[in-house]
Nanobody, 117 residues
Framework: QVQLVESGGGLVQAGGSLRLSCAAS????????MGWYRQAPGKQRELVAN???????NYADSVKGRFTISRDNAKNTVYLQMNSLSPEDTGVYYC???????????WGQGTQVTVSS
């Protein structure tokens, strides 16, 4: 079993920055995708960014140029640096780990990000 623990959420003013972290523990296969999703009130959960264990990244158009995803494979941790935040970025941010070529998918409990105008 794999556990994901997110941290780093909070309240920030528009234009500010936050850095989210997600630490994975348990039996983790090296070939995986780690990513961040968010869910705003009344909206569906959406992909923010993800990163494959080899380093390739993918971003939602709405965050390109503002957010940066990175990972430390030795620590099984993924980060999301969020800059130039706007109220539209408000939501619960979830970490996800998907095993490549496997039937395993894990989610964290979520961390709240609130951006005030």
């Amino acid at each position: 079993q794999v556990q994901l623990v997110e941290s780093g959420g909070g309240l920030v003013q528009a234009g500010g920055s936050l850095r989210l972290s997600c630490a994975a523990s348990g039996r983790i296969f090296s070939a995986n995708v780690m990513g961040w999703y968010r869910q705003a009130p009344g909206k569906q959960r959406e992909l923010v960014a993800n990163i494959i264990s080899g380093g390739s990244t993918n971003y939602a158009d709405s965050v390109k140029g503002r957010f940066t995803i990175s990972r430390d494979n030795a620590k099984n941790t993924v980060y999301l640096q969020m800059n130039s935040l706007s109220p539209e970025d408000t939501g619960v941010y979830y970490c996800r780990l998907t095993v490549i070529l496997g039937n395993a998918d894990y989610w964290g409990q979520g961390t709240q990000v609130t951006v005030s105008s």
